[in-house]
């Protein structure tokens, strides 16, 4: 299974980006879906959880601001990010917690990471 996602770069502080994060490979099927940052210096942090059925979950810090979505059909979980802030400088990893099989466990799987980068 391999997660590839895109979306990242560099924007202003007020502004927006949308990142996306499609699983290909051998995957059964996908629980759910969430978009992971870490900053320099920093743990990394939960900052969006979609489950199967839709039903979502921020971090303060982004809430009002972010918006988690899904494609089951494509197995694509995006990230639209608006009014952009400098504290939200970080990369972003996407994950999934999918099964290989019916009778597999669910387990994590990663994407690469995407860098955001918010000037002041």
């Known amino acids: 299974v391999q997660l590839q996602a895109s979306g990242g770069g560099l924007v202003q502080a007020g502004g927006y980006l949308r990142l996306s994060c499609t699983a290909s490979?051998?995957?059964?099927?996908?629980?759910?879906m969430g978009w992971y940052r870490q900053a320099p210096g920093k743990q990394r942090e939960l900052v969006a959880v979609i489950g199967r059925g839709g039903l979502t979950d921020y971090t303060d810090s982004v809430k009002g601001r972010f918006t988690i979505s899904r494609d089951n059909a494509k197995n694509t979980v995006y990230l639209q990010m608006n009014s952009l802030k400098p504290e939200d400088t970080a990369v972003y990893y996407c994950?999934?917690?999918?099964?290989?099989?019916?009778?597999?466990?669910?387990?994590?799987?990663w994407g690469q990471g995407t860098k955001v980068t918010v000037s002041s």
């Open positions: 490979g051998n995957i059964f099927s996908i629980n759910d």
């Open positions: 994950n999934i917690q999918g099964r290989r099989t019916m009778l597999a466990s669910p387990r994590d799987y």
